[in-house]
């Protein structure tokens, strides 16, 4: 009932209940109180959520690894840098061990707010404390290093995936896609669609809107019309943007044969 409450943002009604268990004689537990934790993380109440795990501490609960990651990744989101790093050093004073969603959620939190070397070091830490990368992590650094303008770096990581025996999933195409139409790689972006299709990795909507964009933004209007077909026959919508881009780029004549 309190994930439920959550889930809807009634986070006072969740707060609520939790309360209400101690007057019925019910002890919260270390999954009641992680619950209610990621409720307010998600909301952006991060000092509600820090009070309520201070709480849990005080009553003698001990912080699971979810716990500690669920913290992390609204720390992280909301750029407290320094609190996320006290509570990764806690975590381990406390005998609780990082496992590959901690490291995922550091590296996405050391690049979304600037760390872009940080977050290189931590990912080169991983396997010699045997942490070994995901497919998530290696989506997490591509998508980390275009923002940063490091198209080679991110290039060499997305050929590392298969050499780890990983597969690249449709975030992985999705994000090499975009990145290379962005560096205006229209023919390297366009081998990639290519190959996304040859290894049966299913394009979601996100994937068509950036494909139908990029062609676009590079006045390759045949290949986005072909898309935007296939978009459509399998029932996906565009997103507003591409929309409005649709519009603003298409001719009349184009238009009114889409």
Do not use: W
């Not at 959520?49 to 005080?58: D, E, G, L, N, Y």
């Not at 290894?199 to 139908?212: E, L, M």
């Amino acid at each position: 009932m309190i994930d439920g409450l959550c889930l809807t943002g009634r986070l006072k009604d969740a707060r609520k209940l939790f309360d209400s268990m101690v007057d019925r004689g019910l002890q919260p537990d270390v999954f009641s109180c992680s619950i209610l934790i990621g409720g307010y993380c998600k909301n952006r109440k991060l000092d509600e959520a820090v009070q309520i795990f201070k709480k849990m501490k005080r009553n003698g609960l001990k912080p699971t690894i979810v716990t500690y990651n669920i913290l992390l990744v609204g720390l992280y989101r909301d750029g407290r840098m320094k609190t996320a790093k006290s509570l990764f050093n806690e975590m381990q004073t406390f005998g609780v061990s990082p496992n590959i969603i901690t490291y995922n959620t550091m590296l996405d939190g050391y690049f979304k707010n600037g760390y872009t070397e940080k977050a290189i070091q931590l990912f080169e830490s991983m396997e010699g404390v045997g942490i070994l990368a995901d497919v998530e992590t290696y989506n997490t650094l591509i998508q980390g290093l275009f923002q940063v303008g490091k198209l080679e770096e991110a290039s060499k990581l997305f050929i590392e995936i298969s050499k780890k025996g990983l597969m690249p999933d449709v975030v992985t195409y999705t994000t090499m896609i975009n990145g290379l139409f962005c560096s205006k790689m229209l023919l390297e972006a366009n081998k990639l669609i290519i190959e996304m299709d040859e290894k049966d990795c299913v394009p979601n909507a996100i994937t068509y809107n950036t494909i139908i964009k990029g062609f676009l933004v590079g006045k390759e209007t045949d290949k986005a019309l072909h898309y935007f077909g296939k978009m459509r026959e399998i029932k996906f919508a565009p997103s507003d943007s591409v929309s409005c881009l649709l519009v603003n780029t298409l001719s009349a004549v184009e238009l009114k044969n889409l």
